[in-house]
């Protein structure tokens, strides 16, 4: 009983496989011609959209980096041409062919490439190139077998053709179809007007990669069959039409959609901002360290899984930022990326309406505290003196807001598209990669007495009438060393008229009195040596002074940066508790509490208004047009050595009694002293905010 | 039990002409195909024989055939008594994978321990016959519906668990499986007609609580003339039919499928690998399959025929159905006749319990083809073919071979 019905169980069996050889059968023998063709043709794509980047914009909205949309061509190198694959096809059909010609693969597509050599210099020339002989007296055989595949499937030999003549056949082959990719793309380097070879050489490199064998054989794979290769970036839209509506002629190149990164006002506050690019393989590391995906590694068939990743995912063509506020801000400026799957036909073109999209999301738009417009006015003023090196920053009191900012010299994006100029900078001594504000320490010079004078009077080592007489040098048993000569000799001087006078043996004086211990601990109170906890890449912290407290007290011996100075300007203007500095509007960086007694602050602060007001001031010159002001201030210079050049400082803050701003002035490497150099910008740009911005900065 | 495994060893070289041999060389046939077109799938030319992919595949057949061995060396009666804790074992490793999903989350199918991983799904559709082939044993007519519930429970019990990974595909083998057992059994039309329809009933209400993706499947093969494919059933199924049918009557050549190659066909070494065979080797490539299939599976349905036992016979009903089913249903899919499912192609595919377990699968088998059963005969027959076929046979084995 149990037979037959096993013999049920078989029978079945033989039937469900009948049924599956019958639709092969359909398949493979009756309808294989349209799927052949198909095969070749209508597939579905996963095109993925780099998200727009946020802006950077000043408090008045004035953009200083955006997004532009571009339109981008990439590279796949297995749809370039078809070179390889012809010879892997034609390798099996000419084995044992009884005439000596390269059978091998590899041996056919080396001489195919020797032929691509020859025509080479024929390539985008705009005329149509004849067919060209490739294997001449092939015997019947073979080339019947040639004949008969590429008649039965000319789709997997493009450009192959074998002709008979009497016994023997000769194949050739049609440059126009089968060198395609690299005609197309040396016609492309035409009409972008590049340097012949430009462009091909982005094609030979990622060859030479996928024949690396150092390289490991899914990457090889990844190469040569996924990955799109960046070729050009922004194609004329003449380009973008002829390349859309004829893809055919344009083998293997996809167009996408991108976004170049534009900064209007470069090559203003270039170092600031920084710049974006390609990741670098460094960045690629962090990612993958943090398990944050490369969303074109992956092969997608629709769009479930890139929804889920795509809030941490990346692409390998996505601009990152590389350095400056563009990089330490790259988490908010950096969006979230957005793909659509299609449909293409065998000429790329799209069918139909997208199957699913998920729309790119743009990065959040960072605002700064800065006023453009003013800083661009600092860094005019700064060239029209003929000032090359230099910084200007200027700080809201009421806040700390940063709304002045001026870095010179100034280096724009140029850098990064000119190798040799990027490596003639980056080997200059000038320090073009560096912002002056906030990344470049110098001496501070005299600047530094007003914080020596608060640590000094808090110390109780000397109060505000104290007398010193200054005859010229700290001590007469060395004539040679610690001198002073900023006024005339003889002068009985207080807190207040050092300050004003700028007098160097009354500050030795303090420095004796205090100590190196002391002087440091006053200066870290103020901010010096410490980071100002803005988002600011590459920010300076300077060198802390470590021996002769007497030359400290003048500003000599150790480095503060600009915008230190600034807040230490801040500080005083004050009277004590001092905001952190807001480069980001609304975000504040470090805000500070010193412990000095106000009643010394008006000490520092007399002598510094003394500068600007009483005759034999540091800035009181009636042509440095200071005077007319309400503002205190405090004047250094910084011999360099060896040259007859100075760093010139101006500190200080206007009005005296309700201060708006404060400021810190550096004019680098000029042949003239701290009032002298800076006190004049100073004059300009106080009018420029009286003018402009409607403060109300006058005596 | 030393002297026992020894009496196995000495004994094992006999008994392979005829079936041991055919499924042996059936089987070996349909494993260099699938070693073939798996380099070629998944691993490419370029790099070389063997690629990443080939190497663990091979590796696994080595397994495999090292398991069929030693299994086909164990005599049925050995095997038939490891039935029960066998069936517990893969029960007891189905609830520890669902306990570990109730820590994780997700889909979880595999344990791995160490470097090593295993799908105790595979190795339940084994058991699940073993054990249903000794409840048969006694020849029960299955006229009482008690009877028949008690089976079904049986396979029921292994079906939920595997549906609750979930992995609906595989825990789906186990009805036509135990369908063909019960049918050679001896079931009534009627009592067979009857829990079709309540298998029908069950399906349909079972609709609400598949996954999604479950449910895409079945819609997108409703929908296969559609243009809008959006979902994954959809677009592997065309893809694979493109594939296949570009093939045409000779294929493409070896390593030159291009439509798998540049990526336009997923799965293209596990679920698809058929559309690969069918590109790359036309329709000469894919009916040496099925023929192969077909001579494996009719050769184990023959040892079914020959065996008085009727354990080793039930055995062999039920794997043949299974590795039928299995290999008809991936084919089936990659043409297009039925929805996606997920199952792997016998032999063939790329996946190393899969492979592992269906060698183990043809070891029994031919454990029970080597061994025709020791039967107590009216004439005192102790071996051989007994021309008594149609009464139901207790084997009782002597003394003297136990």
Same mark, same amino acid.
């Given at each position: 009983m149990q037979r037959p019905r096993i013999m049920a169980v078989a029978v079945l069996l033989i039937l469900m496989t009948v049924g599956i050889g019958w639709r092969l059968v359909q398949l493979q023998a009756v309808e294989w011609r349209d799927h052949a063709l198909r095969a070749s043709s209508v597939h579905r794509s996963i095109r993925y959209s780099a998200a727009p980047r946020g802006q950077i914009v000043d408090a008045f909205g004035v953009s200083l980096a955006r997004d532009t949309p571009v339109i981008r061509a990439t590279f796949l190198l297995s749809e370039l041409e078809p070179v390889r694959w012809v010879a892997r096809r034609l390798a099996p059909i000419l084995r044992g062919s009884d005439r000596a010609f390269p059978w091998d693969e590899m041996e056919l597509w080396t001489s195919l490439q020797m032929a691509r050599a020859r025509l080479r210099p024929q390539f985008g020339a705009g005329t149509d190139l004849p067919q060209h002989p490739w294997m001449s007296r092939l015997d019947l055989v073979s080339g019947s077998k040639v004949a008969k595949a590429v008649d039965s499937r000319p789709e997997d030999f493009p450009g192959i053709s074998a002709v008979r003549s009497g016994d023997e056949f000769t194949v050739y082959f049609d440059p126009d179809v089968l060198f395609a990719g690299e005609i197309a793309i040396r016609r492309m380097e035409q009409e972008l007007a590049l340097e012949p070879g430009h462009l091909w050489a982005r094609v030979e490199e990622a060859y030479q990669r996928v024949q690396d064998?150092?390289?490991?054989?899914?990457?090889?794979? !990844?190469?040569? *069959?996924?990955?799109?290769?960046?070729?050009?970036?922004?194609?004329?839209?003449?380009? $973008?039409? =002829?390349?859309?509506? %004829?893809?055919? @002629? !344009?083998?293997?190149?996809? +167009? =996408?959609?991108?976004?170049? @990164?534009?900064?209007?006002?470069?090559?203003?506050?270039?170092?600031?901002?920084?710049?974006?690019?390609?990741?670098?393989?460094?960045?690629?590391?962090? !990612?993958?360290? *943090?398990?944050?995906? $490369?969303? %074109? @590694?992956? $092969?997608? @068939?629709? +769009?479930? $899984?890139?929804?889920?990743l795509r809030p941490f995912a990346h692409h390998s063509a996505d601009r990152v930022g590389r350095s400056g506020l563009e990089s330490v801000l790259e988490d908010r400026l950096s969006g979230i990326p957005g793909a659509e799957v299609r449909i293409l036909d065998h000429l790329r073109r799209k069918v139909g309406a997208p199957l699913d999209v998920a729309q790119p999301i743009a990065g959040k738009d960072v605002v700064l505290a800065l006023d453009v417009e003013l800083s661009r006015w600092c860094a005019q003023t700064l060239t029209s003196r003929q000032v090359e090196l230099g910084a200007v920053v200027i700080l809201d009191v009421s806040d700390g807001s940063a709304i002045g900012w001026a870095s010179l010299p100034q280096q724009g994006m140029e850098v990064y598209r000119d190798r040799d100029l990027y490596r003639s900078r980056s080997e200059s001594p000038d320090g073009w990669f560096h912002d002056r504000v906030s990344g470049w320490a110098i001496d501070p010079g005299s600047t530094f007495k007003t914080v020596v004078a608060l640590t000094a009077l808090q110390a109780g080592v000397v109060d505000s009438e104290e007398i010193i007489v200054c005859e010229g040098l700290l001590d007469p048993r060395r004539p040679g060393r610690n001198r002073c000569g900023n006024h005339p000799y003889g002068l009985e001087l207080n807190m207040t008229s050092a300050l004003s006078r700028s007098c160097n043996v009354y500050f030795y004086t303090m420095g004796q009195r205090l100590g190196l211990e002391a002087l440091v601990d006053g200066a870290v109170q103020l901010g010096l040596w410490s980071g100002s906890g803005c988002s600011i890449a590459s920010e300076s912290v300077g060198i802390r002074p470590t021996t002769n407290p007497v030359g400290t007290a003048i500003g000599r011996g150790f480095t503060t940066t600009p915008l230190q100075m600034a807040r230490v300007a801040l500080s005083i203007a004050s009277r004590g508790e001092t905001p952190g500095i807001q480069l980001i509007a609304g975000e504040s960086g470090t805000a500070l509490h010193p412990s000095f007694d106000i009643r010394h602050y008006e000490t520092v602060i007399d002598g510094m208004v003394s500068a600007v007001r009483d005759r034999g001031g540091t800035a009181s010159r009636s042509s440095y047009r200071l005077s007319e002001f309400d503002l205190a201030v405090k004047t250094g210079t910084v011999q360099i050595p060896g040259t007859q050049s100075y760093n010139a400082w101006l500190i200080g803050f206007s009005p005296v009694v309700d201060p708006q701003i404060a400021f810190a002035i550096s004019a680098q490497g000029v042949p003239l002293h701290g009032g002298e150099a800076c006190a004049p910008m100073l004059a300009d740009i106080l009018q420029w905010l009286e003018q402009h911005r409607g403060l109300e900065l006058r005596r | 039990m030393i002297q026992e495994v020894g009496n196995w060893f000495r004994d094992w070289r006999s008994g392979w002409a005829g079936p041991a041999s055919l499924l042996v060389l059936a089987s070996l046939w349909l494993l260099l195909i699938g070693t073939i077109f798996v380099y070629s799938a998944a691993d490419g030319p370029e790099g070389g024989f063997p690629g990443a992919y080939s190497e663990s595949h091979m590796k696994k057949i080595l397994v495999g055939i090292v398991g069929l061995l030693i299994v086909s060396m164990i005599p049925p009666k050995r095997i038939e008594s490891f039935s029960v804790l066998f069936y517990g074992g893969t029960l007891v490793l189905l609830v520890l994978l669902l306990v570990w999903k109730g820590f994780e989350g997700g889909v979880v199918r595999w344990i791995r321990i160490g470097g090593f991983g295993m799908q105790p799904s595979e190795l339940a559709k084994i058991s699940t016959v073993m054990v249903i082939a000794t409840a048969l044993r006694p020849g029960k007519k299955l006229q009482r519906w008690s009877d028949l519930i008690k089976l079904t429970l049986v396979a029921v019990i292994p079906f939920a668990l595997i549906a609750s990974q979930p992995d609906l595909s595989t825990a789906l083998i186990l009805v036509p499986t135990v369908a063909a057992m019960i049918w050679v059994a001896g079931i009534e039309w009627k009592k067979m007609a009857t829990l079709s329809m309540i298998l029908i009933v069950l399906a349909g209400m079972s609709w609400p609580t598949m996954p999604n993706y479950q449910q895409q499947r079945i819609i997108s093969y409703l929908e296969i003339g559609s243009v809008a494919q959006d979902f994954a059933g959809g677009y592997q199924v065309t893809q694979s039919i493109i594939a296949m049918g570009s093939g045409g009557p000779t294929g493409k050549g070896l390593h030159l499928g291009s439509h798998h190659d540049l990526g336009y066909l997923p799965e293209d070494h596990n679920d698809f690998i058929f559309s690969v065979i069918g590109e790359e080797w036309g329709l000469v490539g894919t009916i040496s399959v099925l023929i192969g299939t077909l001579v494996l599976v009719l050769t184990i349905l023959g040892v079914a025929w020959s065996c008085r036992d009727p354990f080793g016979r039930l055995v062999s009903v039920g794997l043949a159905a299974q590795i039928g089913c299995q290999a008809c249903i991936n084919q089936a899919v990659t043409v297009g006749l039925v929805p996606v499912t997920g199952l792997p192609l016998p032999l063939i595919s790329y996946g190393g319990t899969s492979i592992v377990t269906t060698l183990l699968a043809i070891g029994i088998v031919i454990s029970i083809a080597r061994k025709p059963i020791e039967v107590v005969h009216p004439d005192g027959l102790q071996k051989g073919v007994s021309p008594v076929q149609h009464r139901p046979i207790r084997a009782r084995v002597s003394k003297q071979q136990a």
């Amino acid at each position: 009983m149990q037979r037959p019905r096993i013999m049920a169980v078989a029978v079945l069996l033989i039937l469900m496989t009948v049924g599956i050889g019958w639709r092969l059968v359909q398949l493979q023998a009756v309808e294989w011609r349209d799927h052949a063709l198909r095969a070749s043709s209508v597939h579905r794509s996963i095109r993925y959209s780099a998200a727009p980047r946020g802006q950077i914009v000043d408090a008045f909205g004035v953009s200083l980096a955006r997004d532009t949309p571009v339109i981008r061509a990439t590279f796949l190198l297995s749809e370039l041409e078809p070179v390889r694959w012809v010879a892997r096809r034609l390798a099996p059909i000419l084995r044992g062919s009884d005439r000596a010609f390269p059978w091998d693969e590899m041996e056919l597509w080396t001489s195919l490439q020797m032929a691509r050599a020859r025509l080479r210099p024929q390539f985008g020339a705009g005329t149509d190139l004849p067919q060209h002989p490739w294997m001449s007296r092939l015997d019947l055989v073979s080339g019947s077998k040639v004949a008969k595949a590429v008649d039965s499937r000319p789709e997997d030999f493009p450009g192959i053709s074998a002709v008979r003549s009497g016994d023997e056949f000769t194949v050739y082959f049609d440059p126009d179809v089968l060198f395609a990719g690299e005609i197309a793309i040396r016609r492309m380097e035409q009409e972008l007007a590049l340097e012949p070879g430009h462009l091909w050489a982005r094609v030979e490199e990622a060859y030479q990669r996928v024949q690396d064998s150092s390289i490991d054989i899914q990457e090889r794979e !990844w190469i040569f *069959r996924r990955q799109l290769h960046p070729l050009h970036e922004k194609i004329p839209a003449q380009l $973008v039409v =002829e390349i859309s509506t %004829d893809p055919q @002629r !344009w083998p293997g190149i996809h +167009l =996408e959609e991108a976004h170049d @990164r534009e900064h209007p006002q470069d090559p203003f506050l270039g170092q600031l901002l920084g710049h974006t690019g390609l990741p670098t393989a460094a960045i690629v590391k962090g !990612w993958k360290s *943090r398990h944050e995906p $490369v969303i %074109d @590694r992956l $092969v997608l @068939r629709d +769009l479930r $899984v890139f929804k889920a990743l795509r809030p941490f995912a990346h692409h390998s063509a996505d601009r990152v930022g590389r350095s400056g506020l563009e990089s330490v801000l790259e988490d908010r400026l950096s969006g979230i990326p957005g793909a659509e799957v299609r449909i293409l036909d065998h000429l790329r073109r799209k069918v139909g309406a997208p199957l699913d999209v998920a729309q790119p999301i743009a990065g959040k738009d960072v605002v700064l505290a800065l006023d453009v417009e003013l800083s661009r006015w600092c860094a005019q003023t700064l060239t029209s003196r003929q000032v090359e090196l230099g910084a200007v920053v200027i700080l809201d009191v009421s806040d700390g807001s940063a709304i002045g900012w001026a870095s010179l010299p100034q280096q724009g994006m140029e850098v990064y598209r000119d190798r040799d100029l990027y490596r003639s900078r980056s080997e200059s001594p000038d320090g073009w990669f560096h912002d002056r504000v906030s990344g470049w320490a110098i001496d501070p010079g005299s600047t530094f007495k007003t914080v020596v004078a608060l640590t000094a009077l808090q110390a109780g080592v000397v109060d505000s009438e104290e007398i010193i007489v200054c005859e010229g040098l700290l001590d007469p048993r060395r004539p040679g060393r610690n001198r002073c000569g900023n006024h005339p000799y003889g002068l009985e001087l207080n807190m207040t008229s050092a300050l004003s006078r700028s007098c160097n043996v009354y500050f030795y004086t303090m420095g004796q009195r205090l100590g190196l211990e002391a002087l440091v601990d006053g200066a870290v109170q103020l901010g010096l040596w410490s980071g100002s906890g803005c988002s600011i890449a590459s920010e300076s912290v300077g060198i802390r002074p470590t021996t002769n407290p007497v030359g400290t007290a003048i500003g000599r011996g150790f480095t503060t940066t600009p915008l230190q100075m600034a807040r230490v300007a801040l500080s005083i203007a004050s009277r004590g508790e001092t905001p952190g500095i807001q480069l980001i509007a609304g975000e504040s960086g470090t805000a500070l509490h010193p412990s000095f007694d106000i009643r010394h602050y008006e000490t520092v602060i007399d002598g510094m208004v003394s500068a600007v007001r009483d005759r034999g001031g540091t800035a009181s010159r009636s042509s440095y047009r200071l005077s007319e002001f309400d503002l205190a201030v405090k004047t250094g210079t910084v011999q360099i050595p060896g040259t007859q050049s100075y760093n010139a400082w101006l500190i200080g803050f206007s009005p005296v009694v309700d201060p708006q701003i404060a400021f810190a002035i550096s004019a680098q490497g000029v042949p003239l002293h701290g009032g002298e150099a800076c006190a004049p910008m100073l004059a300009d740009i106080l009018q420029w905010l009286e003018q402009h911005r409607g403060l109300e900065l006058r005596r | 039990m030393i002297q026992e495994v020894g009496n196995w060893f000495r004994d094992w070289r006999s008994g392979w002409a005829g079936p041991a041999s055919l499924l042996v060389l059936a089987s070996l046939w349909l494993l260099l195909i699938g070693t073939i077109f798996v380099y070629s799938a998944a691993d490419g030319p370029e790099g070389g024989f063997p690629g990443a992919y080939s190497e663990s595949h091979m590796k696994k057949i080595l397994v495999g055939i090292v398991g069929l061995l030693i299994v086909s060396m164990i005599p049925p009666k050995r095997i038939e008594s490891f039935s029960v804790l066998f069936y517990g074992g893969t029960l007891v490793l189905l609830v520890l994978l669902l306990v570990w999903k109730g820590f994780e989350g997700g889909v979880v199918r595999w344990i791995r321990i160490g470097g090593f991983g295993m799908q105790p799904s595979e190795l339940a559709k084994i058991s699940t016959v073993m054990v249903i082939a000794t409840a048969l044993r006694p020849g029960k007519k299955l006229q009482r519906w008690s009877d028949l519930i008690k089976l079904t429970l049986v396979a029921v019990i292994p079906f939920a668990l595997i549906a609750s990974q979930p992995d609906l595909s595989t825990a789906l083998i186990l009805v036509p499986t135990v369908a063909a057992m019960i049918w050679v059994a001896g079931i009534e039309w009627k009592k067979m007609a009857t829990l079709s329809m309540i298998l029908i009933v069950l399906a349909g209400m079972s609709w609400p609580t598949m996954p999604n993706y479950q449910q895409q499947r079945i819609i997108s093969y409703l929908e296969i003339g559609s243009v809008a494919q959006d979902f994954a059933g959809g677009y592997q199924v065309t893809q694979s039919i493109i594939a296949m049918g570009s093939g045409g009557p000779t294929g493409k050549g070896l390593h030159l499928g291009s439509h798998h190659d540049l990526g336009y066909l997923p799965e293209d070494h596990n679920d698809f690998i058929f559309s690969v065979i069918g590109e790359e080797w036309g329709l000469v490539g894919t009916i040496s399959v099925l023929i192969g299939t077909l001579v494996l599976v009719l050769t184990i349905l023959g040892v079914a025929w020959s065996c008085r036992d009727p354990f080793g016979r039930l055995v062999s009903v039920g794997l043949a159905a299974q590795i039928g089913c299995q290999a008809c249903i991936n084919q089936a899919v990659t043409v297009g006749l039925v929805p996606v499912t997920g199952l792997p192609l016998p032999l063939i595919s790329y996946g190393g319990t899969s492979i592992v377990t269906t060698l183990l699968a043809i070891g029994i088998v031919i454990s029970i083809a080597r061994k025709p059963i020791e039967v107590v005969h009216p004439d005192g027959l102790q071996k051989g073919v007994s021309p008594v076929q149609h009464r139901p046979i207790r084997a009782r084995v002597s003394k003297q071979q136990a």
